[in-house]
């Protein structure tokens, strides 16, 4: 038995928040356990291992360096227990004496090994790794390994969490931009690269946009679905959290070195990535770690793309209301990505960091566009095509540089003493969305006249190449309605501060008690400018600027617009302010958040227990411009608002056996709005009809408040395999949704908050090695997951419309992945797929004028061989069937967009030691 002397009584405080805390002397006849767990080849770092004292009932996990401690150990002789899924049990007895350090390392072998090379199989040590993170994580937590990056067709960081359970992608120009989890949209999530809150580089969303990361920079990402309470509250679809390497990983000095040349067929261009990585320790107990990662690349690609306005019906029939857009994309993505982690170890029981990453990438995009209104009747409508006996049509061209930065550095520490453990950080982050120029030239035909669509019912509809009353294939009839030059820059900042106490309890019942909290500022700032022309001399019609090189996948009878205009129109001709539009898109927001926290950990007969709840206090205000069109007056305007939420939650651990697993929860959660849905003042765009397109926001949102129900059952084997099954349910208030409507010629979109919705899903699992398969079959594996869910909102329709109830925005009733691998000697293949159903994107005045994205279903395949130890060839083919992105108005056929990217891949060789 174990005897405490009562110290003392304490009072600590954090913020507003007080805990009073009993204190207790550690044993005098106490001693303390530790050590590493490793790797027996390599002497990696094994990373959630499960060290247990089975006479005491302790139980721990190794942390990301393989470290494990037990402290108050009363001194004699124990079985110590290892377990590492992958990996063989090993058991060996340790004496613990009186006072501190008694270390018992283990190394432990993986089963499955390179025999001629004697390296441990990549795909095996990445899934051991996840795995074993996974089973000893105290929620339900998803993760992905970094051995595992190079064995998918992934470029980001967003695709690579694609691959998890429950979790899809928003997509833009076929790159995986945001992340959805459970089919929610990605502003509920919270980002974050090591515990550090990530800044937003984009103007429209809170969600960072995780195509500015390349995987090449990270060791793991993990998703925690069912976050703890001292995890960030804003986290309705789940918490991200985006893990970079440390020198402390590895045992010895390790680096990778990999080049691939990069394939578009769409464009037929080539292009490059260069990847470069190494870590190693110094001094002289190797306490100094540094680890830098850097990467560049540059791809060349584009998309083709048509869209359309909302459907009408016409005799019956569905036909565009309005106009149809036919769009070519030419693009150049550079990216550029460091991480450098400097670390200081002087014992097992301190550490200090500095952490710092930066990641870039360039867009520059060019945009051909032609279009045909429909303002007449509509003749001779059928379910192929439709004539229309008004049609306008027009050219534009828009070409852009954006840059996307997103830099992010902290400081910290960690110590342990005694019973105590702290953890501290100052970070800073910064986003920029930097638009140097945004080129744009609009002409529009001389004349009006009858004009014919084909394929009007499906995503490809053709503008016939007959059209009366003009040659719409002579440049010369299509005058410049306005050319302009614009700049932006968007700029986020956060700042801040947070701190974290846990004190262990080595009882039958307490197992710690955990507090602390955080203080965040965060600055959103837009500053918008342009210029139009002020003479049009020598472009007043398209005939001396047309591009002969377009895909015109379509075959449209309308030509297409050279760049040369641009540099014709700024060397020879004047440019005026737009004063209006420069001055109202600008705003600024400013949010401070302070979070306070306590948790403690219960153990109750075989079950473990967290309880605890977090507090989170917000301070908003906003500034911007409004505009009075009938007086054309700019005005100022600002407003502030501030809100606290409290929020408990319950998790629940049941290990039935070593293999066998049970978690449940009841989580509370919010997600604030984005900024440019919470901003003062608008944005605007000149529209077709003589009007404006106009972006409101709306200060006064609430935000989300989520109540979150989970409970799962997973079950590992030793041949890295996995089996989980989950439910989970989300009931929603104060949901925020995006609505459209008209006001006079002007076309306005504001925010608004729902009433309330839930969510309600079942996620599956699966990952098995095959090798109870003969001979070279042996080496193959299979995984996959699906996720499941049914969804309802109910929601104001804009314009004063009736109250809808309707699927909640975003989300997808079904979500799929399934990847088959083979390894075999020095051959490694793998096939996967990924799908997601369709989902309400946008809320319309009524149901005809919802837009849905519609489903969505990609295959990658990947293959390698190794050519000599570390040495391997590689390649890889994304998008092998050419699969679209498609939305639609209402229903299925009738076009919002229809956009396809082609097929695209690499060939390229890595090294790593």
Partial sequence: MQTTNLLSSRILKLGSTCLLASITMP???????????????????????????????????????GYYSFRDIEAGDYAIRFRYVGAENVATNATIKEGDGNPVNMQMALSVYELNDFEVSAYDSATARAVNMQRSSENLRDIVASDHFGQFADTNAAEALNRLPGVSVERDQGEGRFVVIRGIDPNLNSVAIDGVALAAPSSGDRSTLLDTIPIEVLDTLEVTKAVLPDQPGDSIGGHINLRTPSAFDSASPSGSLSAAALYSDLVDELGHRITAAYGFTFGSEDQFGLHLTAM??????????????EWVQEGGTWVPDDTIEYREYDLVRERTGVSANFEFKPNDDNLFFIRTSWNEYTDTEIRDLAFASFGGNYTSVTDSSFTNDEVETGIELKEREENMRIFVGSIGGEQSFADWTIDYALSFSRAEEDTPYDREAVYEGVDSSTGTVTSAQGYNPKLGASLGGMDYSDASQFELDELTIGEQMVEETDLSAQANFKREFNRDLLNYIKFGGLVRGKHKESDFDQVSADDDAGIETAASFIESGQRNFLHRPIPSLDTSIFNYAENNLPFVNDEIDSIIEDYESDETVMAAYLMGSFALNEWEIIAGARVEYTDFETEGYSHDEDTDAVSPVDSDKDYTNFLPGVHVRRQFNDDLIFRASWTNTIARPTFEQSRAGLVRESNSNGGYDIERGNPDLEPYEAMNFDASLQYYNETYGIFGVAVFYKDIENFIYEQTFDDGNDEVTTYENGDSGNILGLELSYSRQLDFLPGPLSGLSLSGN????????????????????????????????????????????????????????????????????????????????????????????????????????????RLSQYEAYGVSGSIGAKWKF
């Fill in 296 to 309: 560049n690349s540059e791809r060349t690609f584009g998309s083709n793309n048509v869209e359309s306005d």
């Fill in 786 to 893: 699906l996720t499941l869910s049914d969804s309802d909102a109910d929601a104001q329709r804009p314009g004063g419309g009736e109250k809808a109830n309707v699927e909640f925005i975003k989300q997808s009733d079904v979500i799929g992945n399934i990847s088959l691998a083979w390894e075999y000697e020095r051959f490694f293949f793998r096939l996967s797929g990924t799908y997601r159903d369709s989902y309400l994107d946008e809320l319309g005045e009524e149901s005809f004028q919802d837009r849905y994205v519609d489903d969505f279903f990609q295959v990658d395949a990947y293959a390698s061989v190794r050519i000599y130890k570390g040495l391997s060839i590689f390649a890889e083919v994304n998008n092998i069937f050419d699969e679209p992105f498609r939305a639609y108005w209402g229903q299925s056929g």
């Fill in 27 to 65: 044993q005098l006849h106490a001693g303390e356990l530790d050590g590493y767990v490793t790797e027996k080849s390599t002497g990696a770092a094994l990373e959630g291992a499960e060290v247990s004292l089975p006479e005491l009932g302790l139980k721990t996990s190794t942390n990301r360096h």
